[in-house]
């Protein structure tokens, strides 16, 4: 194998050739799993792969860990709630510049490679896009060699799994750990104690000082698991640490020698929950105790982790703020804002204003939605319940805060009310994004376009209270993973065209640009993404029994389901093309194959309802015999990481139609653009970017702008104003019973709230969707001029990696400079 570049150490154990990875193999074939082949199944022989390729992490790792102590070095600690990681095995040798290579090893050894790659359980710590952006900065950052630290909750159940029965949603327990997990390292030497409830009471110090202590009224230990995460062929390994909440005794004697067994357990019970589940709510928060709880529990045990991380490399707390940059991703950590605060004051007796200035100096805060239900906000009762130490610090960081405002803004009462951190309109809360705001030295915004609007109208009067705060960084997404793994074909195209630098630097992917006007390219690109089309079309035949033709053009929408991305709009168009090619059989249409995908939250009802629509119309259409040469409407189930990395490089048309000014940025638009899918797109969150980089030629844009949502809405919005002929005719095929086998009332709830409400304009903008349809339509028969837009779309996508999003986060917020890491090898570490 060929070695990865900087001056790589090869021993015997961790080398990178071919046959020290086969010894490896089978070493912890025999001596981690205990197994032999006669023995051996699918899975030790994917954990034993795991363990060789996990050896090898840990070089870098201990590499890593040794030149950032030496150096004392700048940390970006991303605080987040999810971490929507996706399987590691691939990853890892893609990053370690090895894949082909084991591939090749694996095959000699007589196993299947692609089979071991499929026994990883993904660890679908997240939702969704968040989730999944955080996944992609920690690579980056790695890529970079930028000091980092994820700091998130080791959740026992993931995302749930999502099953199709009857055309319905069913949600069942993601039990990823339940083979065991390779790739994270338990570290119980580093637990920390969090504590939760009780009360507050004053005290006099030992000189006389009035203080306040919390007693708290329970306490849970977290426990921290690490995952190595490696940059793209160089030496670094940062990590990955997550928390798993534990009780302090598992198991209570005195309670169980007084006879009382349950008792005597509930403890341990109760502090195990904390970690247990992830909330399945994407952009929406429900205000419940134990989902505080997760989020301070996580925070207080990082905060307290990179304290002692001070301790041992013997610096002083006062320069916290230096040794650490904290990125709070979206509201779910803003709690850190006070237990900072709480940590320096009452456990490390700063001074009020030093402990405050150092707070405002570690944190900078991202917002990733617009949605007003998104924001979060805890009653006021349940947040002392649970906090009541916090909610003191609160109150005093809030009436300093109102003073400046008050000066700042002299008699402006109302101002005040809007700026507050207690929202006291009716029953009171505490709104974290304000805290997040106070707290931090920077408030960014995920595409320009959310970044105005956040300036505008969601953080206004923070803006104008603090307009150097504010500032945009567009989201971006991993080309390894995204490309360099999920697309091997394009990849090897790629590889030949232009070289690979393309995977460290995606602005180098524009030297293909004079490659859109050579036939023979053109050729071979179409090639690829047939050949790519036909793989998915085998998927989808295994997973939902439905034959697909991999000449239609293949149309997909995928990612969560919600009113606002308007997954309805797309069915409605479904029904439309349906229609019109029943009542004329002879029409011309192109063919196509509408392939969905996406999960709802188990509680929102409509977004399942929806769910059940495109089943639902997929039953129908799929099974007539008058159209299903033409159009065909696949649901895949259970959309997550694994099934992105198949669609993706399958795509050819990519939906994204949210309704203007509700989408904060996406990043499953940048995954299709870039692996050459033309976007279907309305003027919102980072499509705008994407037009302007791939040429508005190259993109089909439709729909109101986000300034004409508003004035739409302002002007009192009445969706029959929008109705047209055909529209009639799709509403009136639902509501008749047609894909309900009779049923007029089953799609009421979702037809009634169109006809009568559409909060997300679906009808407004039905029209110009269908006519940029069928311009889309007309594009593609044109397959010269499709094939051109398709590789012009991945060569002007380099601006969408997030290796560029990292850099000016690097730049202008965390100034945290690369370390580059040489390979230490074992004599290197004296014991
Ligand atoms: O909805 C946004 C999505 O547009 C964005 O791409 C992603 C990453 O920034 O964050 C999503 N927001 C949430 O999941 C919750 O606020």
Redesign the pocket.
């Known amino acids: 194998m060929k070695p990865v570049e900087n001056e790589p150490y090869e021993d015997e154990r961790t080398a990178l050739t071919k046959e020290a990875f086969k010894r490896a193999f089978l070493d912890n074939l025999f001596y981690v799993q205990g197994k032999f082949p006669a023995l051996a199944t699918q899975n030790d022989y994917y954990q034993a792969l795991a363990c060789a390729v996990r050896d090898r992490l840990l070089q870098r790792w201990i590499s890593t860990a040794a030149a950032y102590t030496k150096q004392g070095s700048r940390t970006v600690a991303y605080f987040s709630a999810e971490f929507l990681m996706g399987p590691h095995l691939g990853n890892n040798l893609i990053n370690l510049g090895i894949y082909a290579q084991v591939r090749e090893a694996i095959a000699e050894l007589g196993l299947d490679f692609d089979t071991l790659l499929r026994q990883e359980e993904e660890p679908g710590l997240g939702?969704?896009?968040?989730?999944?952006?955080a996944a992609c900065f920690i690579d980056s950052l790695a890529t970079l060699e930028i000091p980092s630290l994820g700091y998130g909750i080791r959740y026992e159940f993931g995302i749930f799994h999502q099953e199709i029965v009857d055309g319905w949603q069913m949600e069942r327990t993601d039990k990823w750990l339940r083979f065991g997990n390779p790739w994270e390292i338990l570290r119980p030497e580093w637990a920390v104690e969090v504590r939760l409830g009780g009360h507050t009471e004053q005290y006099r110090d030992e000189h006389e000082r009035l203080r306040i202590r919390w007693v708290p009224g329970k306490v849970v230990v977290g426990v921290p698991y690490d995952t190595p995460i490696l940059g793209y062929r160089n030496n670094t390994a940062n990590t990955l640490r997550l928390w798993k909440a534990e009780a302090p005794e598992s198991f209570d004697f005195s309670t169980f020698n007084r006879g009382d067994y349950g008792g005597a357990v509930r403890q341990k019970v109760w502090s195990e929950t904390l970690s247990k589940v992830l909330y399945p709510n994407?952009?929406q928060i429900q205000g419940k105790t134990l989902r505080l709880e997760q989020q301070y529990f996580f925070v207080s045990a990082s905060l307290q982790d990179m304290m002692r991380i001070m301790r041992v490399q013997k610096l002083p707390l006062e320069r916290f703020h230096e040794k650490f940059a904290v990125q709070l991703n979206?509201t779910h950590p803003a709690i850190a804002v006070a237990e900072l605060m709480r940590l320096l004051v009452d456990e490390h007796v700063l001074p009020w204003e030093q402990a405050w200035d150092i707070t405002c100096k570690t944190f900078s805060y991202?917002?990733?939605?617009l949605?007003p239900e998104?924001l979060e906000c805890w009653p006021l009762e349940l947040f002392k319940s649970v906090l009541p130490r916090h909610l003191d610090i609160i109150y005093e960081i809030n009436a300093r805060f109102l003073d400046e405002v008050r000066i700042r803004f002299y008699g402006d009462e109302s101002r005040l009310v809007r700026l507050s951190l207690i929202d006291e309109n009716g029953e009171r809360y505490v709104r974290m994004a304000h805290l997040a705001c106070v707290g931090s030295h920077t408030i960014n915004g995920?595409?320009e376009l959310?970044s105005e609007l956040l300036k505008h109208d969601v953080l206004k009067d923070f803006y104008e209270m603090w307009p150097h705060k504010f500032s945009n960084k567009t989201?971006g997404v991993t080309p390894r993973r995204w490309m360099a793994l999920s697309n091997p074909r394009l990849t090897n195209l790629l590889g030949d065209a232009i070289g690979d630098a393309w995977i460290k630097n995606l602005d180098e992917l524009i030297e293909l640009e004079p490659l859109a006007d050579d036939a023979a390219f053109r050729q071979r690109w179409r090639e690829i993404k047939h050949a790519n089309k036909v793989e998915f079309a085998a998927f989808v035949k295994e997973r939902n029994g439905i034959a697909i033709d991999p000449q239609s053009l293949f149309d997909v929408q995928v990612k969560r389901i919600h009113e606002y991305k308007r997954q309805h709009l797309n069915i409605l168009h479904v029904i439309a093309l349906y229609h019109r090619l029943r009542s004329d059989p002879n029409a011309d249409i192109q063919p196509r194959t509408f392939i969905f995908g996406g999960k709802a939250a188990p509680a929102y009802h409509l977004a399942k309802l929806i769910i059940k629509l495109i089943n639902s119309v997929a039953d129908v259409v799929n099974r007539d015999p008058a159209v299903n040469d033409r159009l065909k409407v696949v649901f895949l189930p259970n959309f997550n990481v694994t099934n992105g990395q198949r669609v993706y490089p399958a795509a050819e048309l990519s939906e994204q139609i949210s309704t203007a000014g509700k989408?904060?940025?996406?990043?499953g638009n940048m995954k299709f653009s870039m692996n050459g899918a033309l976007t279907i797109g309305t003027m919102d969150?980072?499509n705008i970017e994407i037009r302007q980089e791939v040429g508005a030629e190259n993109f089909f844009l439709f729909g109101l702008t986000a300034e004409q949502v508003a004035q739409t809405k302002a002007r009192g919005y009445r969706p029959l104003d929008h109705m047209t002929p055909e529209l009639q005719e799709v509403i009136s095929l639902i509501n008749s019973g047609f894909f309900s086998r009779g049923d007029t009332e089953l799609f009421r709830a979702l037809t009634d709230g169109l006809l009568w409400h559409d909060p997300y304009l679906v009808f407004a903008d039905f029209e110009s969707y269908s006519e940029c349809q069928l311009q889309v339509s007309k594009a593609y028969r044109d397959v010269d001029r499709w094939t051109r837009m398709s590789i012009l779309n991945t060569a002007r996508s380099g601006k969408f990696s997030s290796d560029r999003t990292i850099r000016e986060y690097g730049a202008d917020i965390w100034r945290a400079p690369s370390v580059p890491v040489r390979l230490l090898s074992q004599q290197d570490v004296k014991v």
């Open positions: 939702n969704g896009g968040l989730g999944r952006l994407d952009e979206d991202t917002n990733h939605t949605l998104a995920v595409a959310h989201n989408e904060a940025s996406g990043t969150g980072a």
